[in-house]
């Protein structure tokens, strides 16, 4: 007679629930802001703006220093984000292009897997891929805020008007079906343009905010400045929210969440560009049983490493489509490295544009291939308080150069930059033969990348949209823009 005949059957039951009990899988949330510089926050040093839930973040999980998009825009860099792919290589690396429905997305392998998916804010991704999540509450459709009192505990649900697009974020949390692990896709509006004043209840003073070197420092960019802080803090202000309502649901233990922004500030030199500060994310880890709290890891990590850290940390295999490599090495171990460089892009955004770049740790090197243009920045960016003193600064000769890069033109073929030593970007060391050897390096890095990954010659350029000095659109401006498949009769 075998052993376990002999046992009483209660103590049989026992033994056999708790030896084939696998671990719970990881519920996962990722948090994204719209339009947020990696530095725009408490956590990365910047203590003008109030980002208490941000910061809190920090202090409970992983700093990533070196995190970074793929595009400076908007809808590429979320479809290389929710594919693991890189823009030219999703079919929708410009901006309003929609995610064609033959791309695989890293969230229909985890809702395959028996994982609840939802996202809830700014969706911009197009019709084709709503159905790789079980829900999608896309901002504009109305939604409510939870109410927190100064116990920082949930008082009640309220109708509001969703400026922020975070206004469904605890509701779908709270909807989700508690016998499944969740993934939920957050993504706010907050801080893109346009602002508006008293977007909270305690606005920025002007006088405290932070100004780049790249951008003159005169009353109207500071009013700009503030009111982007504002967004800033009602982000965190929901961000906030979520985390009440995780713990409240007894769930926060297990769940790993993630905070990212897509690309840089919609500021001149800032969103658009291929600088850090229109591809460098903030990227904030939290998980309570695994993530040391107070960690920094200063390794590279981009966006299209989202896809399968998520799908190893589920136990779900990778799918060939995916690009990018899995991060999970440096959650536990933030002296590890899982990539030598970065990459991203740039193409059309409101303006024709055709750029690529490389960064290892230390460097960063860019390949204009529109170089007869200028760094012009996004048209809302264009309209705002900021450029437009620019411009007037520029008639009278007062910009100093890093300040008259979004109107020169030509611009340079190639730039080299030593990030380390000079963290604006505002020395171009290209033509420095002291570098010579590692510009060659990032050329032969940028080209190997470029033939990997089929990355066409000249791009698929498109005409300017909008009027280069006053952001207004032009005759020719196309909505909806046609997407790639339109553009190319059918034949991508």
């Not at 793929?70 to 690396?93: I, N, W």
């Not at 197009?126 to 409510?144: L, Q």
């Not at 171990?333 to 740790?361: G, L, Q």
């Amino acid at each position: 007679m075998h052993a376990l005949s002999l046992l009483p059957p209660l103590l049989l039951c026992l033994l056999v629930v708790t030896t084939s009990a696998a671990p719970a899988r990881p519920n996962f949330i990722l948090f994204i802001a719209d339009d947020m510089a990696w530095e725009d926050c408490g956590a990365y040093g910047n203590k003008a703006i109030r980002t208490p839930n941000l910061d809190r973040l920090a202090q409970e999980g992983m700093r990533f220093d070196r995190a970074f998009v793929t595009a400076s825009s908007c809808s590429p860099s979320r479809s290389s984000l929710l594919t693991g792919r890189y823009p030219h290589s999703t079919d929708a690396e410009q901006l309003h292009w929609p995610l064609p429905k033959a791309q695989v997305t890293f969230a229909e392998k985890l809702k395959a897997a028996g994982y609840w998916t939802a996202a809830a804010g700014k969706w911009h991704l197009g019709n084709e891929v709503k159905d790789r999540f079980d829900v999608v509450h896309e901002a504009g459709a109305g939604g409510f805020q939870l109410q927190v009192g100064a116990d920082g505990k949930p008082k009640k649900m309220v109708a509001e008007k969703d400026e922020s697009g975070c206004g469904q974020w605890v509701s779908t949390l709270q909807a989700r079906p508690k016998d499944k692990p969740f993934f939920l896709w957050l993504a706010a509006l907050d801080p893109h343009r346009d602002y508006v004043s008293n977007a909270i209840p305690n606005p920025h003073r002007p006088a405290d905010v932070v100004v780049p070197p790249y951008l003159p420092d005169a009353p109207d960019t500071r009013r700009d400045l503030a009111l982007y802080y504002d967004e800033i803090t009602r982000l965190d202000g929901f961000v906030g929210q979520v985390l009440a309502e995780l713990e409240k649901q007894g769930a926060a233990e297990n769940t790993v969440i993630l905070f990212i922004s897509d690309n840089g500030r919609a500021f001149p030199r800032c969103k658009t560009t291929l600088y850090d500060s229109g591809i460098r994310t903030p990227l904030l880890v939290r998980w309570s049983s695994k993530v040391k709290p107070g960690s920094v890891c200063g390794s590279l990590v981009s966006t299209v490493d989202f896809g399968p850290t998520f799908l190893e940390l589920a136990g779900v295999p990778v799918p060939a489509s995916i690009q990018g490599k899995s991060f999970v090495p440096l959650l536990t171990n933030p002296d590890a490295k899982t990539r030598e460089h970065i990459f991203a892009e740039h193409n059309w955004h409101d303006y024709d544009a055709h750029k690529r770049a490389v960064r290892s740790e230390r460097f960063k090197y860019i390949r204009n291939f529109d170089a007869d243009l200028p760094n012009t920045p996004p048209a809302d960016a264009v309209r705002s308080l900021t450029f437009v003193e620019m411009r007037r600064l520029r008639d009278a000769g007062k910009l100093t150069t890093p300040q008259l890069a979004p109107f020169r033109k030509p611009k340079p073929a190639e730039e080299l930059y030593d990030v380390d030593a000079d963290p604006h970007e505002l020395r171009n060391l290209a033509a420095d033969t002291k570098h010579a050897a590692t510009l060659a390096q990032l050329r032969n890095a940028l080209a190997t990348w470029r033939q990997q990954t089929s990355d066409p010659a000249d791009g698929l350029r498109a005409k300017d949209e909008f009027d280069r000095e006053t952001g207004e659109p032009l005759p020719n401006r196309q909505r909806p823009r046609p997407s790639k498949a339109e553009l190319l009769g059918g034949k991508l």
